[in-house]
């Protein structure tokens, strides 16, 4: 029986092996070093923050994997031999595959600042490191203050967490507003406000210059590039992205980039590997996505697609619509189809942007200044139906049209207040158009 | 606001500590006056007999420290009192211990036994010949004789005690939870009779402003709406630590106390008797009545900081605000003031089969001796539980009742809301649950059928009463043992008790015969689901773990499929707490796909798009 062997058991890894056996008998293994079981990384802020333990983070219940005879093994894989299809693992152990899939994620970027491997400074990625979190940052008492380099969806979390234990933080960002490479302006200066509401010391368009150590090897306190600055703290959280796990694979024969390289079939220069999820870099972008895309859903996609090539139905990963979503503090964020930040705004691209007058809760509608296609929106703090924008992206509608039917893809709980009308009046006359908001319809809802 | 908030900790601890030492303080004293307020309903006699005998044990007017010792002594008493009152009234109306004597000495001749009317008249009075021989003809028919007096005398006795006891009925007192309920709470003297109010304000008015205090203090030390569950699993109270086996320790006595020992908490009724007096003056709290004030202080500070904790999500503030409408209204005030009109005071929300005891003959009796008015209300009772719910169940989905309207419901959706995310979300609970909630219906509708085909007999013709078994089971036993069973120990000390281990809802999930009525309607004929968003699910959890009903709603969410299950209770909460808003509670048309459809590919990841879009060009 075909051996497929997995080595990372985050979700595009465990989704890959939940296709394959859907669609076969083949024998699955899944490597990982991290933990057992899969559990769900977007989810380890959670932990932290109390509002669950981390078996609640685990999707699937532990007999699911006997049950679907998927082999659990726990080992650090630290060299592939692609020539004799044999992986050896750090305790010396070997294992051989038939095919393999490179699913080993992303680790916390560190661009060599002095004091980077002190004891107390943290990336917040891997389960160790909520471990380690929680050793040195149990309370405000033994933390007197973080502080967390690095302003991108990650960094917000940590800040977060922290500050659920009343730990003082600062957060340093090196762009002039936070997250504006992706965010337009208004939203950004939006997310600066809420973060500071939260007294989060936030500090723009600075950069770490270094940690400084006590006598014991640990933090004792930063300083700022810009400003010379020195803030004593007990904690570092390093959030300057992310970058592929691969490492290990220097000494393979598989081609390396950024990430591990591969086709639209996800698969490597080297017959019988592929890689899938954060740690896959495409040869060349799909669309306006990035080579490497590490986010959730991008990894499960590529599982699934994956999934199919190597049960005997090849297939290109071809992901739809981009749509993505965080949570930034208490303000959600969803986005659906292309809305860019000031940074790469194609110049085409159109911005109508609508905000509560005194609440977080505003809308970037992206659209094509002459053809008035429907090119994107973001939303914060109302939710929107995932199905509306996706079929109104394939059939590349006008923003009239969107604007038109914006009820339908209403998703927030019911009672809530709606803002279709005002947005719409918004839009009506900053556009001099006539638009009339269409009565939410089922009908339409169940057509998307 | 740290120092209020901490403050009213330590105020409301205090008035738990008051409120548990009260079981312990004040004395019992048995006075006249007391047992005429025990048993003011009763004869006189009774009143009179239960003095006197108390007299004579000199247990009159001695106070009591505690009231078990108290209770000990009562106990023996209502032996006594039973014991003087039947030979008192078979002296009167009955056959007397001397009466047969004469019988028997008048009836045996010689060691033959010659017993007929004309014994009987030439001992007893008119009046009485009649009743006895009415009962004891058949022991001189024809065919039957006697070997021995003793096997006569064996006979005639029994027959006697018989007439004796139907006779003496009335006058009887039993020894059961009411009756010593009703003893001890009038019996109680001392400080905590004497200064009702007082205490009222140390436990209930302090518990209230002190659990105020607290929950007030957070809204400004986290002035931000937004979910806030932090440190749930790393509290003590909420993460099954010592602080919640207290609190659970606490819940499961408080019910075990309330349903079967209620004399022991007399003093609490005693300390809600200044409330009860709003309605009825002088009047005298029971057991039921605590439970009610007890309830709705409950609901409403819980609900207060329901109100605050989801003060930006306006569904979790309606659905507060409407349960507690519900349980204020309708579970309380309509309860305590229908009677007053004489109108039998019954909340009118609660549906069978929650409510099990509609088809009883006690109280459709109630209904239909309350004229026009009673009628209708019973008929509201039937259209409620056949029409009204499953066609709400149909456009809204249980929640218009579980989380909208019910008592349980309500309790868990407030006093409970710190104590969902202890609900089991394993496969097995599943299981299990499904072995328990729908025995639990079966068991309420075979009680119902027996219970109300009993009811229609005595309805039509009273002189059914006493023939009650159908399908071979007593109706009065089976309710009884429904009531023990399921109203009071699944429902009330593991339902509520067990909050702090199971989550709050157990009852609903695990026993609620409603829950499961409506469950199946909900499950098959509804226009009620939780949408799922496309793909916008991470996986994390957060639903799940919050779900009180223990249903894994990421392992629908992260397939793309629309949650459509039984056990649902509409509560909301996991729509609420999804940091990513995939969830939307929603009626939309059931046209079967669209609820139940499980997609092949999770939206974003258009594996045939491309394709797709190629032949349609
Ligand atoms: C805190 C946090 C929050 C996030 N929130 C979101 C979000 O809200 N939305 C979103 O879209 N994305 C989010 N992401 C990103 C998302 O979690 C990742 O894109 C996704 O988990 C990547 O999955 P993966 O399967 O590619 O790799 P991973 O989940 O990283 O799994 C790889 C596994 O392989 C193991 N491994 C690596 N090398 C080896 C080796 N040599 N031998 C054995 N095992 C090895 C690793 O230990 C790890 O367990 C978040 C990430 C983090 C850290
Ligand atoms: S699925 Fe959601 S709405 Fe239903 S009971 Fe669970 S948490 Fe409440
Ligand atoms: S809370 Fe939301 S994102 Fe998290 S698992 Fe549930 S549905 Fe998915």
């Known amino acids: 029986m075909e051996h497929i062997v997995i080595i990372g058991n985050g979700i595009s890894g465990v989704t890959a092996a939940r296709h394959i056996r859907k669609l076969s008998d083949k024998r699955i293994t899944i490597i990982s070093a991290e933990t057992e079981y899969f559990f769900s990384r977007t989810a380890l802020m ?200 691969i490492d290990f694979l220097k000494d393979s024969n598989i081609e390396l980039g950024r990430g591990v390289k591969v086709n639209r079939r996800l698969e490597t220069n080297v017959k019988d590997i592929y890689a899938i999820g954060d740690c896959a870099e495409q040869h060349e972008a799909i669309g306006n996505r990035r080579p490497i895309e590490a986010v959730w859903y991008t990894g499960r996609m590529m599982g699934e697609t994956l999934a199919q090539t190597i049960c005997g139905n090849p297939r290109d990963y071809n992901p739809g619509h981009w749509f993505n979503s965080a949570k930034f503090l208490d303000i959600e964020y969803q986005t659906y ?85 005002t947005i719409v009046a918004q839009f009506n006359q900053e556009n001099n158009t006539n638009i009339q908001l269409k009565k939410k319809s089922w009908k339409r809802i169940f057509s998307y | 606001m740290k120092f209020i908030r901490i403050a009213g900790l330590y105020i409301f601890i205090a008035s738990v500590v008051v409120f548990s030492a009260t079981v312990f303080m004040g004395t019992y004293t048995l006075s006249e006056a007391s047992i005429k307020g025990s048993f003011g309903g009763k004869d006189v006699r009774v009143t009179e007999t239960f003095a006197a005998v108390a007299k004579e044990n000199g247990v009159l007017d001695k106070t009591y420290n505690s009231q078990f010792t108290f209770m000990n002594d009562v106990v023996g008493l209502f032996h006594k009192h039973n014991k003087r009152v039947s030979e008192a009234v078979a002296e009167e109306t009955g056959i007397s211990t001397s009466e047969t004597d004469k019988i028997i000495v008048a009836a045996s001749k010689s060691g033959k036994v010659a017993y007929t009317k004309e014994v009987l008249q030439s001992v007893l009075p008119e009046a009485k010949v009649k009743m006895l021989d ?47 309920f009703d003893i001890t709470e009038r019996a109680a003297t001392g400080i905590i009779s004497d200064n009702k109010v007082l205490f009222l304000f140390l436990t209930f008015g302090l518990g209230i402003i002190g659990s105020l205090m607290f929950i007030i203090a957070g809204l400004f030390l986290k002035p931000i709406p937004g979910i806030k569950n932090n440190g749930i699993y790393l509290n003590n109270a909420t993460n099954r630590g010592w602080v919640g086996i207290a609190a659970f320790g606490f819940l499961v006595a408080f019910y075990v106390l309330l349903y079967f020992h209620p004399y022991i908490i007399a003093n609490w009724t005693n300390i809600v008797d200044p409330l009860k007096g709003f309605f009825i003056e002088g009047a005298s709290a029971s057991q039921w009545f605590l439970y009610g004030i007890l309830y709705c202080v409950s609901m409403i500070v819980m609900g207060i900081r329901m109100f605050i904790k989801y003060r930006h999500n306006q569904y979790q503030v309606v659905r507060t605000a409407s349960v507690l409408f519900f349980q204020i209204i309708f579970a309380f005030l309509l309860v305590e003031i229908l009677p007053l009109f004489d109108l039998p005071g019954v909340d009118l929300k609660n549906a069978w089969p929650l409510d099990y005891n509609f088809l009883t003959d006690w109280n ?55 104590y969902r995310q202890l609900s089991d979300k394993r496969l097995i609970a599943w299981r299990i649950e499904r072995w328990t909630i729908y025995p639990t219906l079966i068991f309420a509708i075979i009680m119902t059928v027996v219970v109300g085909y009993n009811t229609y007999n005595i309805i039509n013709d009273p002189a059914n009463i006493g023939n009650s078994t159908f399908l071979g089971i007593n109706a009065y036993k089976i309710n009884e043992w429904y009531g023990f069973l399921i109203g009071s120990i699944f429902a009330g000390v593991i339902g509520t008790g067990f909050y702090p281990i199971l989550g709050n809802r157990s009852w609903c999930r695990f026993g609620c015969p409603l829950a499961a009525y409506m469950g199946i309607v909900q499950r098959f004929k509804s226009r009620f689901r939780i949408t799922t968003n496309g793909g916008q699910c991470i996986s994390c959890g957060n639903c799940s773990t919050y779900c009180e009903q223990g249903i894994d709603v990421r392992s629908y969410a992260q397939k793309g499929q629309n949650i459509v299950r039984s056990s649902c209770v509409g509560c909301g909460i996991c729509s609420a707490v999804c940091p990513r808003g995939v969830l939307k509670l929603e009626n939309g048309p ?27 060009k």
């Open chain 1, 46 to 245: 959670y932990v932290y923050m109390g509002h669950m333990k981390i078996e609640h983070t685990q999707p699937y219940e532990n007999w699911f994997w006997r049950k679907n005879r998927i082999e659990l093994k726990k080992g650090f894989v630290k060299q592939v031999k692609d020539a004799s299809k044999e992986l050896v693992f750090a305790s010396g152990e070997t294992m051989k595959y038939d095919k393999l899939i490179i699913a080993t994620g992303s680790k916390p970027n560190k661009f060599g600042w002095p004091g980077q491997d002190l004891d107390g400074v943290m990336g917040m990625y891997h389960k160790q490191d909520l471990e380690n979190l929680e050793k040195y940052a149990p309370n405000n008492k033994v933390c007197k203050r973080a502080v967390i380099v690095g302003g991108g969806l990650i960094g917000i979390e940590l800040a977060e967490m922290l500050q659920s234990r009343d730990i003082p933080v600062t957060f340093l960002v090196r762009e002039t507003s936070f997250w504006n490479g992706v965010l337009p302006a208004g939203e950004s200066a939006m997310i600066n406000e809420h973060i500071k509401e939260h007294h989060i010391d936030l500090r723009l368009g600075v950069n770490l210059q270094e940690i400084k150590a006590d006598e014991h090897g640990k933090v004792k306190s930063i300083i700022i590039k810009e400003t010379g600055e020195e803030i004593e703290c007990t904690v570092v959280g390093l959030t300057a992205g992310v970058s592929p796990n």
């Open chain 2, 364 to 418: 459709v009796k109630n209904y239909l001796a309350a004229g026009h008015l009673g009628k209708f209300m019973f008929f509201w009772g039937i259209i409620l539980s056949i029409i009204i719910v499953p066609t709400l169940v149909y456009f809204y989905g249980k929640r218009w009742y579980c989380s909208w309207v019910c008592g349980c419901g309500g309790l868990a959706e407030t006093l409970g809301d710190p």
């Open chain 2, 590 to 616: 059931d046209d079967g796909a669209t609820r139940h459809e499980i997609p092949e590919v999770i939206l974003g990841n258009d594996v045939n798009l491309f394709e797709m879009l190629e032949e349609n």
């Open chain 2, 134 to 180: 009415g009962a004891t003809n058949w022991m001189y028919s024809p065919g039957k004789t006697y070997d021995s007096v003793d096997a006569f005398k064996n006979d005639l006795t029994n027959k006697i005690n018989e007439i004796n006891r139907s006779q003496a009925g009335n006058y009887l007192l039993y020894d059961n939870k009411y009756s010593r």
């Open chain 1, 337 to 421: 189809g292309w809305v860019f930040g000031e940074r790469g705004r194609p110049a085409y691209e159109q911005h109508f942007h609508w905000k509560h007058p005194d609440k977080h809760i505003c809308i970037t509608v992206a659209f094509h200044k002459e053809t008035k296609e429907f090119l994107g929106i973001n939303t914060f703090g109302i939710r929107m139906r995932h199905h509306a924008f996706d079929k109104w992206l394939n059939e590349k509608r006008s923003v009239e049209y969107v604007l038109e039917h914006l009820a339908d893809a209403n998703f927030d709980p019911e009672f809530y207040k709606l803002h279709e009308k």
